[in-house]
T-cell receptor, first 117, second 113 residues
């Protein structure tokens, strides 16, 4: 069965600090996809990144970076020089390949990030 | 371009009633999926529609149903409401089923009294 674990319920940092959000997943499939979404107070989930199981390259996008390690089943997300606007709940999610498409995601419980000025 | 639009944004119902929630996907998007978000269970997949056909269904009772129209708009219905159905219901759309990027609406917050 698929499972995504985000052990950090809430993280508080001061602006400009770096912060890493952890994500550990479980799946029996060899082909799968991992996602990160951001949920600001307004409620909608905002897509941040998708990674497939064959691509372990780390990715950097501005202040955001992702570290995917199959050996430890982890897909961690780092925000460098955090800003108040980064305050939100962040969700890690998993989707297995096959005919299920990318719509059926299994989400972690989320990590609430609070960045104070 | 307009995002995913969900109506109503807030609603209050009583136990035993039924409710219909609406979702208008981004123009051109053909896949619509629904998720339930609660503090206790988190985000859970309800179902997915593509080309007016249900393609996937989550582990929810038959009281939860949905449909998709020819213009890709979707509705979900919950009958015989229970207190535990109180949740934020999120709709998401994507161009196709395998694009990997879901665009979510702001949700419909249902309170069951």
């Amino acid at each position: 069965a698929q499972k995504v674990t985000q052990a950090q319920t809430e993280i508080s940092v001061v602006e400009k600090e770096d912060v890493t959000l952890d994500c550990v997943y479980e799946t029996r499939d060899t082909t799968y996809y991992l996602f990160w979404y951001k949920q600001p107070p307004s409620g909608e989930l905002v897509f941040l990144i998708r990674r497939n199981s064959f691509d372990e390259q780390n990715e950097i996008s501005g202040r955001y970076s992702w570290n995917f390690q199959k050996s430890t089943s982890s897909f961690n997300f780092t925000i460098t020089a955090s800003q108040v606007v980064d305050s939100a709940v962040y969700f890690c999610a998993l989707s297995e390949a096959g005919n299920t498409g990318f719509q059926k995601l299994v989400f972690g419980t989320g990590t609430r990030l609070l960045v104070s000025p | 371009k307009a995002g995913v639009t969900q109506t109503p944004r807030y609603l209050i119902k009583t136990r035993g009633q039924q409710v219909t929630l609406s979702c208008s996907p981004i123009s051109g998007h053909r896949s619509v999926s629904w998720y339930q978000q609660t503090p206790g269970q988190g985000l859970q997949f309800l179902f997915e529609y593509f080309s007016e056909t249900q393609r996937n269904k989550g582990n929810f009772p038959g009281r939860f149903s949905g449909r998709q129209f020819s213009n890709s708009r979707s509705e979900m219905n919950v009958s015989t409401l229970e207190l535990g159905d109180s949740a934020l219901y999120l709709c998401a759309s994507s161009l196709e089923r395998y694009t990997g990027e879901l665009f979510f609406g702001e949700g419909s917050r249902l309170t069951v009294l």
